[in-house]
């Protein structure tokens, strides 16, 4: 029997951005080296094999605001969805077989829930970042790209979407509020975190242990108002894609001590998920056929972690 193809799902145009000709506002200096990291960002090749029934993807839309900063598009989910009702969060949804690729599902979805167009020359790609695992047994991709189109005004799809706002990017690497925070809300940290236990049984000889994952929280300044903090998932995109653009770690710890790798929890989830274990066979993935791929990136992540560190 032979291997069965590999996903195709992260194959994308990647535009020619020319900053100095684009209809955008004047750059900062961090914000255009942002820019310039992103696009050169190229997705580290994995040796995993994801089922497309299971992938989803989010668009990671910035924008240059009016003193040259960079801020990302941010939603609060509708109040009376099923899931996750009024949380703060990026567009994007699952794959569907009419999506070309994880880029194609990102705009899709946004285009749906913001009214974003698809349209690449008023929103061009910047990059692909490696997924994530979602907790609803998703794996996720983040789309990231800049909106260069002013004139565009969002339509937000009610029944989905309740109201959108930007959030500074930069700011996802600090501990610092990138805003004054209201009278009520003094004493609230702008960021704080949640180590989460994951079952984990490479910790423990026996098979049965555990580790733990860190959840960032980071204030909006519009908590009064009934928006949500960005947390989760959603927290741990953008401080990806922070750290990517502005060449650097956030200032606060990133991980819990022994956190496993987002690869590594992927190929065990694949494993030991029952929902992506089926999906896998259905989609003729052995999620057994990979007995060295979290090992092998966590040793390029320790790598990657060591040589960022002595650059700082």
């Not at 598009?73 to 009419?98: C, H, I, M, N, V």
Request: glycine share 6%; hydrophobic share 40%; with cysteine.
């Amino acid at each position: 029997m032979s291997s069965p193809r590999r996903s195709s799902l992260l194959k994308f145009h990647r535009p020619q951005i020319h900053l100095d000709d684009a209809p955008i506002p004047t750059l900062k200096p961090d914000s255009r080296q942002c820019l310039q990291n992103l696009l050169q960002y190229r997705t580290p090749h994995s040796h995993v094999a994801y089922p497309k029934s299971r992938c989803a993807a989010v668009l990671v839309a910035l924008f240059v605001g009016r003193m040259g900063d960079l801020y990302v598009l941010l939603s609060r989910r509708a109040p009376t969805l099923r899931t996750y009702a009024g949380d703060t969060s990026l567009p994007g949804g699952k794959w569907e077989p009419q999506d070309r690729n994880m880029e194609w599902t990102a705009r899709r979805e946004a285009f749906e829930e913001i009214g974003l167009p698809i349209d690449r020359r008023k929103v061009p790609l910047l990059c692909i970042v490696e997924p994530f695992l979602a907790g609803n047994a998703l794996i996720v991709f983040p789309v990231v790209v800049l909106v260069v189109d002013h004139t565009i005004r969002p339509i937000l799809n009610a029944p989905e979407v309740a109201s959108l706002f930007s959030h500074p990017l930069a700011s996802l690497l600090t501990s610092e509020p990138p805003f004054p925070l209201e009278h009520e809300m003094l004493e609230l940290e702008y960021h704080t975190y949640v180590d989460v236990s994951i079952p984990w049984p490479y910790n423990d000889p026996m098979g049965s242990g555990t580790a733990f994952v860190r959840m960032h929280r980071f204030l909006t300044g519009r908590e009064a108002g009934g928006t949500k903090p960005i947390f989760g998932l959603t927290a741990s995109i953008l401080i990806r894609v922070a750290a990517i653009g502005y060449g650097r770690g956030p200032d606060f710890s990133l991980c819990a001590p022994g956190q496993p790798s987002m690869e590594e929890r992927i190929v065990h989830a694949l494993r030991n998920d029952s929902v992506l274990r089926e999906a896998a066979r259905r989609e003729g993935i052995d999620p057994d056929g990979e007995p060295d791929a979290g090992k092998r990136a966590a040793v390029i992540e320790r790598q990657r972690r060591k040589r960022m560190k002595n650059k700082l």
